[in-house]
């Protein structure tokens, strides 16, 4: 296989599968049929890696505005650079995160529990609570799940 093996037809379905699903987390399965793999196995994800390797390598080369990125146990999405991505990544996720924290803690106050207390019941760490409360931490939605029954409310009570 050589520098150049995107530019087959495979490595064209590969970047046209990634392409038509941009932003969208795309399943190894999928990934792997758009590259003539009928099964998702060891041997399949290799070539596919290999496949992503050089797209990865096309893109950095042409300065394309656009990533590959690994979604962990699920495949691989292409996502467009924002122009700015620290400061718009930071600006708006900082709100949203301390209008959740917020949340978190008028839940719990209205609960009657400490940061202890709750930290303790839903199975987490206090000092990780306290930065979640302070807008310092994003939750996962495991996390919220727990904390929301621990305070017997729903989930999108948080938000």
Known sequence: MGK?????????????????????AIPYRRLCSSIGRNS??????????????????????????YVIAV?????????EMAENPRHTLRTKRRKDVAQLGRNVRRLRIAAGLTQTALAKRSGMNRAYLSRLEGGRRNPTLATLERLAKTLEVMPRSFL
């Open 4 to 24: 150049r093996h995107w530019a087959t037809p495979k490595g064209l379905s590969l970047l046209a599968c990634l392409l038509n699903d941009l932003g969208r």
């Open 40 to 65: 998702d196995n060891s041997t399949n994800r290799h070539i596919l890696r290999q496949y992503i390797g050089w797209l990865r390598e096309m893109l950095l080369a042409n300065k394309s505005p």
């Open 71 to 79: 979604v962990h146990d699920v495949g691989y999405v292409l996502c």
